[in-house]
């Protein structure tokens, strides 16, 4: 098998249990070695530190699936492993049935559950996957025909990101890979019912990482005039309605992400208390001007990449400036990062200057990140990327 060395200095991270290895970290790799291909990896003194999937091109050459020498990285493997991620989602209550019922939720989160370059979602009896690494993808039979009989599914379909796809230089599938054909991803969050076109494509079709959230904005809705900046589908709009909003506003940029939001707030009997209009969430927000008592704000990642966080945190200070705007005295924002890149702190830090220069005070009441079912590794920092603030506005 390959070896990929580390450069003294760069194994503590490794050793500690963190699952990726850093380009700038590994001193050699063996000649001859391909993308895809299982290599090993070892500190300088030649010990093992864990196997993985070679990714050449990418800024993480490594990430490691197990760390020892012996276990066979083959469709058993991806089978218990998956197997392994059901029973933890099945100990979290998910799916779930009832009146309060989920059908939709991650499955399958990369390396919260020991696959790295792997995500599935679930929607009810259909599969949605992403391969992040040429790896995985080499490997797309035996994981899709271990997805198939582990999960029961009626179909799998390929979402795989067409940027992560060409960064590790493969070409992406789309559509239906396995099973019937399907036209839509159907699910059901605590009750509330959805069904997203395949053509519509954010992530692998919905955000489940913020379904507690929603939650709580359900909760906190009552009786509110609620703006939903970057809505997607709606998803918060829907359950603030549900909650008892007195009216709702979900804005998003995507024609039919608003034409799709609007037919699954129909579906939900919830249309009379929604608009839903297609804008610039940024204007919007900047032309509400204490308009709402709940403002929303959940924009797409602003930081892709730890290059871009400078610039991040500034377009963070501004949304936070414009949600406080938005919001009157004695109301609440919801401020939302998906960065990685961008910690609670970093997050906070942004909302205390967007306060300042709305002359306004943010004091902070909770704070949100992910659920359960996208686990985070100890070790594994990065893997917190979802932050959430509620916050409460009011005159400095």
């Not at 609620?226 to 589908?233: K, N, P």
């Not at 967007?354 to 590794?377: K, M, S």
Request: charged share 25%; glycine share 10%; hydrophobic share 45%.
């Amino acid at each position: 098998m390959p070896t990929v060395r580390l450069k003294p200095g760069h194994v503590q991270p490794v050793w500690a249990g963190h699952p990726w290895v850093y380009a700038q970290a590994i001193d050699a790799v063996d000649r001859g070695t391909t993308p895809g291909d299982e290599v090993s990896v070892i500190d300088p003194r030649g010990n093992l530190l864990g196997r993985g999937f070679f990714s050449p091109g990418s800024a993480i050459p490594v990430r490691l699936l197990v760390r020892d020498s012996t276990t066979p990285i083959d469709a058993d493997f991806f089978r218990r492993r998956i197997e392994q991620a059901q029973a933890l989602r099945a100990s979290l209550g998910l799916p779930s049935e009832g009146s309060d019922a989920t059908t939709g939720y991650r499955v399958i989160h990369a390396e919260g559950d020991g696959v790295p370059g792997l995500v599935v979602d679930r929607y009810g009896d259909v599969l949605a996957v992403q391969f992040g690494t040429i790896g995985m993808k080499r490997r797309e039979a035996m994981i899709l025909e271990a997805l198939s009989a582990a999960l029961a599914s009626r179909a799998i379909v390929d979402r795989t990101s067409h940027q992560s796809a060409k960064l590790e230089e493969f070409e992406p599938a789309s559509g239906v890979v396995h099973g019937e054909p399907v036209t839509a991803l159907d699910l059901t969050e605590r009750g509330l019912r959805f069904r997203i076109p395949l053509e519509l494509g954010q992530k692998t079709g919905f955000y489940f990482d913020q379904r507690s959230l929603r939650g709580r904005v359900e909760q906190l809705a009552r009786d509110q005039r609620v703006l939903d900046a970057y809505a997607f589908v709606g998803a918060f709009a829907i359950a603030a309605a549900r909650g008892g909003a007195r009216e709702v506003v979900a804005v998003d940029e995507s024609a039919m992400a608003i034409e799709v939001g609007a037919e699954c707030a129909a579906m939900n009997g919830v249309s009379e208390r929604i608009r839903f209009v297609r804008a610039d969430a940024r204007k919007e927000l900047a032309d509400a001007r204490g308009a709402f008592d709940l403002v929303i704000a959940d924009p797409p990642r602003l930081a892709p990449t730890r290059g871009a966080r400078d610039h991040a945190l500034l377009a963070y200070g501004k949304l936070a400036e414009n949600a406080c705007g938005a919001v009157r005295h004695g109301g609440l924002i919801v401020l939302c990062s998906c960065s990685a890149a961008v910690d609670l702190t970093a997050l906070t830090r942004a909302l205390a200057t967007g306060a300042t220069r709305a002359n306004v005070q943010a004091t902070v009441l909770e704070r949100w990140f992910q659920g359960p079912d996208h686990p985070v590794p100890a070790a594994f920092g990065e893997g917190l990327y979802l932050k959430a603030l509620i916050a409460r506005v009011d005159a400095r």
